[in-house]
């Protein structure tokens, strides 16, 4: 059992930047893979970014490269969203998830353990 508690959210201007970040207690953190997810009023869930146990892999949605970085602290069992140059599209909430495996990818039925999300809000 791994339970997952998502901080950082907030609103921000367009073009700001915030940091989330997604403290993992339970089991040992270094054994799952993470993601993020952000789910808008009225939309389905969407994969975000992702990153392996040991955080030399990471993957993103295209709307978001080259704006948002994934990583990972193993020793804080710590993982984060450093979310720069935020535009009003990227207004959700947002949710961490864990997966027991080496590293998943953007199906959300691969992952076994959600937080409970935090809220991002770009104003234009």
């Known amino acids: 059992q791994v339970q997952l508690v998502e901080s950082g959210g907030g609103l921000v201007q367009a073009g700001g930047s915030l940091r989330l970040s997604c403290a993992a207690s339970?089991?040992?953190?270094?054994?799952?893979?993470m993601g993020w997810f952000r789910q808008a009023p009225g939309k389905e869930r969407e994969f975000v970014a992702s990153?392996?146990?040991?955080?030399?892999?990471?993957s993103y949605v295209d709307s978001v490269k080259g704006r948002f970085t994934i990583s990972r602290h193993n020793a804080l069992s710590t993982v984060y969203l450093q979310m720069n140059n935020l535009k009003p599209e990227d207004t959700a909430a947002y949710y961490c998830?864990?997966?027991?495996?080496?590293?998943?990818?953007?199906?959300?039925?691969?992952?076994?353990?959600w937080g409970q999300g935090t809220q991002v809000t770009v104003s234009s």
């Open positions: 990153i392996s146990r040991s955080g030399g892999m990471t």
């Open positions: 998830a864990a997966a027991n495996q080496y590293y998943s990818g953007s199906n959300f039925h691969d992952y076994d353990y």
């Open positions: 339970g089991r040992t953190f270094s054994t799952y893979a």
